[in-house]
Structure formats: structure tokens, C-alpha cells
């Protein structure tokens, strides 16, 4: 790992931080690449292929800044994102909709992608497992569970020791998480899959009492219409309101994992 810590060292974690945009990074990587691809008798610009259906569009927006921040970065004499607008039914069909490996025909696609069903780095990162991921391997020719050439030829191999190796770790969260940061890494590093979108946030304004209704990212949702335990105030709530209770919250979470901890290292010793 002292290759990808050396390539990353200098990428924010933080929250809401553009981690891994850096376009000098980019064309850097990209001219070592290109000198290679062209030993192998690789022709640029190389063209790349993003479908968006023809009736949304906010998509069509969308790709069309994707494809002028691609040509402008990477320069169109060297790679070119070719729009294709297509019916609804066409784009389901060669992508999330497709019924075998041999139908899925795009090299960039925003219509497919992956939301987490529970608060752990597996629920993203064992979608990319070689033997049990789900149809996210599909796009790249790999069927889960076969012995597959390609498995071995992206490193997909290495990559199932990486999150095996995670997911065996069950008691200490902290060395779980690290474990799971290496898988990411090399997933990242690899550029097997590159995240193209990432659902956005939205100013809200709000009267509710901070901290009460059913919300949360994990377990039953019920829904932006339940009122289940919700209050309400008279006033709308300010942002200063709001990073107060968020930091409340963020210290008597600390606390109550750090409680929990001790108390499992005690009964562990005992």
C-alpha cells in the first residue's frame, strides 16, 4: 500500500471536499498512459460513448458539462465524449435494464450507480466482490461466482483479499475501516470504476425541533411524509441553530461509541 498512500497523500478526506479532482494529476497519468496505448497501436482522440435519454433534460445538461469538463481538461485532440441521445427504452436496455453482459454497450453511463442499504463500507465496496457482487460487475464483463479470465487480468483478485480481509475484522470498528479505506484505494486506483455523479444536497427550511422524527439513513425509513414523532416550532430554524445541535450531537455520539468501546475491551479482557 506505500504506492497508493505516496499517489494520495495529499488528498483530503474531509467532508464535502472535491477529494479527487485534480486535473494536473489527470494529465499527468494520462501522458504516460497515452505513450503506452499508442506502443499498442491506439489511435486518439480516443471517442467515448455516454447515452442520456433524449426526454430528461437535466441529464442532457449534465452530460454535456461532463463531456466539456472531460475535451477541456484532457484536451479533444485527445479524448472526446460523444453524446448519444436516446429513446428511454433504448437507454434502459444497454444499461441497467440489460439482459446479458454482450448487451450492455456504453463506456460512460450516469444511469446506473449504487445507494447503501446499511451504515458500513461493505454495503459500497462488496458490490465489487468477484464471487458474490451483484449486476455492477456486469459492465465489466465479469458474471460473480465464474472463473472469468478478466477477474485476474483487472486485479479483481486482489482486490477480494482487500474487503475479505475487512470484513473479517468484527470487533475493532476503527481497524475495519481502515481495512475497507486500503479496499477503496486500490478500487479507486485502478480506475476500474470511475464515479462520474454523486447525488447533491438542497437548502431546506425548516420549523421542525431539531433532532425529533423518524429520519435516518439506516433501518426502516418511513418516508419524507411520516410525522411519526415529528415537533414542530413556531420559528424556522437558522444555520447557526443547526451547526449547534449537529456538534451536540457529534460529541455525545463520540462519548457514547467511546463508552461502548471500553466496555467491550472489558468484557473481552474478562
Do not use: C
Not at 477529494?19 to 499498442?40: G, I, M, P, R, Y
Not at 476503527?174 to 476500474?192: F, G, I, P, V
Amino acid at each position: 500500500m506505500d504506492k497508493l498512500d505516496n499517489v494520495w497523500k495529499d488528498v483530503s478526506l474531509d467532508d464535502a471536499q472535491d477529494s479527487l479532482h485534480n486535473v494536473d494529476k489527470a494529465k499527468a497519468k494520462f501522458e504516460s498512459a497515452k505513450k503506452t496505448l499508442q506502443a499498442d497501436g491506439v489511435q486518439f482522440p480516443i471517442h467515448l460513448d455516454l447515452p442520456v435519454s433524449s426526454t430528461q433534460t437535466d441529464f442532457i445538461h449534465q452530460a454535456q458539462s461532463y463531456k466539456q469538463s472531460i475535451e477541456e481538461a484532457m484536451g479533444s485532440e485527445n479524448v472526446v465524449v460523444d453524446i448519444q441521445q436516446v429513446s428511454d427504452d433504448e437507454l434502459g436496455s444497454m444499461t441497467v435494464l440489460a439482459t446479458s453482459n454482450n448487451n450492455v454497450d456504453w463506456d460512460i453511463n450516469v444511469n446506473s450507480g449504487w445507494s447503501p442499504d446499511y451504515a458500513d463500507p461493505s454495503t459500497y465496496l462488496d458490490v465489487f466482490d468477484p464471487t458474490s457482487g451483484p449486476s455492477v460487475l456486469s459492465s465489466l464483463g465479469v458474471a460473480p461466482g465464474t472463473d472469468n479470465p478478466v477477474i485476474k487480468t483487472v486485479g479483481l483478485d486482489k482486490y477480494k483479499e482487500l474487503i475479505d480481509d475487512a470484513n473479517s475484522e468484527k470487533i475493532d470498528l476503527q481497524k475495519r475501516y481502515s481495512k475497507y479505506a486500503k479496499a477503496q484505494a486500490w478500487l479507486t486506483d485502478s480506475a476500474l470504476v470511475i464515479p462520474v455523479h454523486s447525488d447533491g444536497a438542497q437548502m431546506l427550511v425548516t420549523k421542525k425541533v431539531l433532532g425529533s422524527g423518524a429520519d435516518g439513513w439506516v433501518g426502516d425509513k418511513t418516508g419524507d411524509n411520516s410525522y411519526k414523532y415529528l415537533k414542530l416550532q413556531d420559528k424556522i430554524v437558522t444555520s447557526k441553530e443547526m451547526d449547534e445541535f449537529r456538534k451536540k450531537f457529534a460529541d455525545e455520539k463520540g462519548k457514547s461509541n467511546a463508552d461502548y468501546q471500553k466496555n467491550l475491551d472489558r468484557h473481552i479482557q474478562d
